[in-house]
């Protein structure tokens, strides 16, 4: 349902707008979060370990594609804010075109790089086989994954966010299911919750695409399909600074997995766990993320750019709030909520050390993110990349790398890595807008 949210109060809006994205966010979340919890409950460290490294390595991938697809939402939602109908059909056509072949080069080029990709990872020996596993049958079901991101994304840039959550919900609670009766019946670990993950997203793109054949809204011509240079242009602009961005991002998460993973099997588990939690605790800002960029986006094309900048600081304050209380949280409930996930006391220990530092990011990421979403809706992507670029390359990685080097008896210090880069990022963001918000007030 097409949604124009360039009127009435900008709280309500990003609220009303956010919540149904922040459950979807969430419902899907949980798919990670039930693998690795049923796989604790009825598997050793070694499977433990092959389901965290590889649906790290999936969740990389999905927000890449999530990443590019935030060029579609936003062009969408420009168009929205305009009134534009005539172009509306030629964006959503032309998002289907170009993230079919994204799909199929994707599948194709990570199933054969499986092996190495395990490699690379330093997965420990015990967990080799499993990783694999886990890997190739999610690589195949790639399509699935990209489809139902970029629908989900088509939906949002309409101002539509109940609809994807309705279809993940529905696809979560088949997720679970499965992985009980693979995972817990059939006894067939890293592939099982695998297989579960890959099913469920099929049932939420049959979903989502029967939503969209009893909607004539959404209803596409042939001629909507052919590329159009100008709008793949405008769509790619923006989509691709996101996905560059989130996907170095997950690198460098990747590569502290890497170091953990160094460290033995314990760290490792530790280390994997809590990624999984911080993941989860991450939701509101990446909800946040995500509806400012597509209200302001909306706002944008309405040629409202105040009501996009009351969107990014209304959006900053639920974030880091948030935030905040997440933050404090974690210093009094890490051992129960880590007992959740193994009942392995040494790693209970590590993940504490490791969560309790790590949690301060939960609020210092809320400014940056919501500053990502704004600048992608103004068709300046590229100043997050930016951000995120230099916030890696100064403080996480070496930041982790070296904690690991000189404290290797505890995680806390390098939990510390992470809180450092997102401050220097929110410093960053912060003296950019300002700069540019001073330049266009003077044009």
């Not at 392995?344 to 400014?367: H, M, N, P, S």
Request: hydrophobic letters at 55%; a positive charge; proline letters at 3%.
């Amino acid at each position: 349902m097409q949604k124009n949210l360039t009127h009435g109060s900008v709280f309500k809006n990003l609220i009303a707008f956010s919540l149904p994205y922040l459950l979807a966010y969430l419902l899907q979340s949980l798919y990670g979060l039930a693998d690795l919890f049923i796989t604790g409950q009825f598997c050793g460290k070694d499977i433990i370990t092959a389901v965290s490294v590889g649906s790290q390595i999936m969740h990389m991938l999905t927000v890449i594609i999530v990443g590019l697809a935030t060029g579609a939402t936003v062009t969408i939602g420009r168009a929205v804010g305009a009134e534009d109908g005539k172009k509306l059909p030629r964006i959503i056509g032309n998002t289907v075109s170009v993230f079919t072949v994204v799909s199929l080069l994707f599948t194709a080029a990570l199933l054969l790089l499986v092996a190495p990709i395990v490699k690379v990872m330093a997965v420990p020996a015990e967990s080799v086989a499993q990783t694999k596993m886990y890997l190739t049958i999610c690589f195949a079901g790639i399509p699935f994954i990209t489809a139902y991101n970029v629908i989900s994304s088509v939906f949002r840039g309409l101002g539509d966010s109940r609809s994807p959550m309705y279809f993940i919900a529905t696809a979560c609670i088949v997720n679970i299911g499965l992985d009980a009766l693979f995972i817990g019946i059939f006894r067939m670990q890293a592939a099982g919750a695998a297989l579960a993950t890959v099913l469920a997203q099929a049932i939420s793109v049959a979903i989502s695409l029967a939503a969209i054949k009893k909607s004539a809204a959404y209803k596409l011509g042939r001629q909507d399909l052919r590329p159009d240079k100008g709008i793949l242009s405008e769509i790619l602009q923006i989509g691709i600074p996101v996905a560059a961005q989130d996907g170095f991002i997950q690198i460098s998460f990747l590569i502290i997995t890497i170091i953990a993973d160094k460290q033995g099997l314990e760290v490792a588990s530790a280390v994997g766990i809590t990624e999984k939690i911080i993941g989860f605790l991450f939701l509101i800002p990446s909800a946040m993320l995500s509806s400012i960029s597509a209200l302001a986006a909306q706002n944008i094309g309405a040629d409202r750019p105040d009501r996009a900048k009351r969107t990014l600081f209304g959006g900053m304050t639920v974030a880091v709030a948030c935030g905040g209380v997440f933050a404090i949280l974690a210093q009094f409930f890490s051992v129960p909520l880590m007992t959740m996930f193994t009942k392995d006391q040494a790693v209970v220990a590590l993940a504490c050390q490791y969560f309790r530092t790590y949690a301060i990011d939960c609020a210092a990421a809320g400014i940056h993110f919501c500053f990502s979403g704004y600048f992608a809706a103004v068709g300046r992507s590229y100043i997050s990349f930016i951000h995120n670029s230099v916030s890696i390359l100064t403080f996480r990685v070496p930041g982790a790398y070296l904690a690991s080097k000189y404290f290797p008896e505890t995680l806390t210090v390098m939990g510390l890595a992470a809180p450092a880069g997102s401050f220097l990022s929110d410093i960053i963001c912060i003296a950019v807008f300002l700069y540019i918000d001073k330049k266009d007030r003077k044009c």
